[in-house]
Structure formats: structure tokens, C-alpha cells
């Protein structure tokens, strides 16, 4: 079980990664995976700001002015 990072292991899944997603997807992939370990980390940590929350009023649909609305 310790053989199995070895260098030739490491290029014959860098062979399979590029023929799968190609050059074009794999630095994207890359920097999403990356940007995700990092929010990981940061998770663990405790350091992220938390999620911004949203209040009724910013999701309430404006009403009507007086002037636009029917009389009975």
C-alpha cells in the first residue's frame, strides 16, 4: 500500500485526466478545485465570512402606487 503515489501512477492519471476533459477543461478544473480547497480549509478554520442573508422586504415585490391602482 506505500507503492501507491508512484511516479509512474502519478503520469498514467495525468494521461487519463487530459484525454477525458482535454486541454482546454483541465485548467478550469484545476482552479475550481483549488478555490474549493482553499473555501475548505477556510471552513475548518472558521475564518469565512458567513453567507449574506435576505430580508422580506428586499424580497417583497414593491406595490402599486395609489395613482395606479383600481377603485372599486
Known amino acids: 500500500m506505500t507503492d501507491l503515489l508512484q511516479p509512474w501512477h502519478i503520469i498514467v492519471l495525468l494521461v487519463v485526466a487530459f484525454l477525458l476533459f482535454g ?8 482552479k475550481g478545485l483549488g478555490e474549493g480547497l482553499k473555501g475548505f480549509k477556510e471552513g475548518l478554520k472558521g475564518g469565512s465570512d458567513p453567507a449574506p442573508t435576505t430580508t422580506a ?5 414593491p406595490a402599486a402606487p395609489p395613482s395606479e ?4
Open 23 to 30: 486541454a482546454r477543461r483541465l485548467p478550469e478544473l484545476g
Open 57 to 61: 422586504q428586499q424580497n417583497a415585490t
Open 69 to 72: 391602482q383600481k377603485q372599486a
